[in-house]
C-alpha cells in the first residue's frame, strides 16, 4: 500500500521568510514518482514538479526547490522568500507505475504581509 | 479558451434531485478524471476515462454516474445524494492515462 503523509497541517509566515513543506512517503515499489501540487483559492490544482524515483537531484525552479532524499523517503519543497500569493494548499502525491496518485491531505500555507 | 473549464461552479441539491456536473478540456488530451475533495481528507479518485473509455472506477457509489461522450467532454451525472456526498469535484486532464497534468477549478457540491 502506498502513503503519504504530511504532518504540517497549516504554517503561517511573514512575507520574505524561507519555509519548507514536509513531505514523507511510503511505497514497496522501486520504480515510484513524487509530485508537487498547489491549490490556490481559485480550486484548481497547479501542478509544480514530478520526480521519478531514479532521480535524487535537487532541483530548484526561481523561488521554488525540492530535496529528494531516498534514505529517508522524503521530499520536501521549500519556498524562498515567500511572497503572499504562495498563499495556498500545497498537496505532495505519488504514483508507481501505472497505478493513480496518492495524495497526502495538504499543507495550508499562510503568507501575511 | 484553453485549459480545464468546470460548470457550474456552485451547486446546492436536495437529497431527491438529479443533476449533472460538466468538464471540458481544450488541451487535446485523451484521458479525463474526476476526482472529491473533501474536508479534511486526501483527494480521491472517482473515475478515469482514457479515449472516451472508461479504465478506472474506484468503488464509487452508483449514485455517481459517469459520462464521457467524447475525449473533450466529461460528465458526472448525480443523484439521490446525501449530505456526505458534499464537497469539491475536480475535474482534470492528461495527454495520456496516467496522472492528471491540468485540473479545472472544481464544482462546490452541498447536498441538503
Known amino acids: 500500500a502506498q502513503k503519504v503523509t504530511q504532518a504540517q497541517t497549516e504554517i503561517s509566515v511573514v512575507e520574505k521568510e524561507d519555509v519548507t513543506l514536509d513531505c514523507v512517503y511510503e511505497?514497496?515499489?522501486?520504480?515510484?514518482?513524487l509530485f508537487w501540487y498547489k491549490q490556490p483559492p481559485s480550486g484548481e490544482l497547479v501542478f509544480l514538479i514530478r520526480r521519478n524515483s531514479f532521480d535524487e537531484q535537487n532541483e530548484i525552479s526561481g523561488r521554488y526547490s525540492w530535496n529528494f532524499q531516498k534514505s529517508t523517503s522524503s521530499f520536501n519543497f521549500t519556498i524562498t522568500a515567500s511572497q503572499v500569493v504562495d498563499s495556498a494548499v500545497y498537496f505532495c502525491?505519488?504514483?508507481?507505475?501505472?497505478?493513480?496518485?496518492?495524495f497526502g491531505k495538504g499543507t495550508m500555507l499562510l503568507v501575511s504581509p | 479558451e484553453t485549459g480545464v473549464t468546470q460548470t457550474p461552479r456552485h451547486l446546492v441539491m436536495g437529497m431527491t434531485n438529479k443533476k449533472s456536473l460538466k468538464c471540458e478540456q481544450h488541451l487535446g488530451h485523451n484521458a479525463m478524471y474526476w476526482y472529491k475533495q473533501s474536508a479534511k481528507k486526501p483527494l480521491e479518485l472517482m473515475f478515469v476515462y482514457s479515449l472516451e473509455e472508461r479504465v478506472e472506477n474506484n468503488s464509487v457509489p452508483s449514485r455517481f454516474s459517469p459520462e464521457c461522450p467524447n475525449s473533450s467532454h466529461l460528465f458526472l451525472h448525480l443523484h439521490t445524494l446525501q449530505p456526505e456526498d458534499s464537497a469539491l469535484y475536480l475535474c482534470?486532464?492528461?495527454?495520456?492515462?496516467?496522472?492528471?497534468?491540468?485540473f479545472g477549478p472544481g464544482t462546490r457540491l452541498t447536498v441538503l
Open positions: 482534470a486532464s492528461s495527454q495520456d492515462q496516467g496522472w492528471p497534468r491540468f
Open positions: 502525491a505519488l504514483a508507481s507505475g501505472y497505478s493513480t496518485l496518492t
Open positions: 511505497t514497496r515499489d522501486t520504480t515510484y514518482y
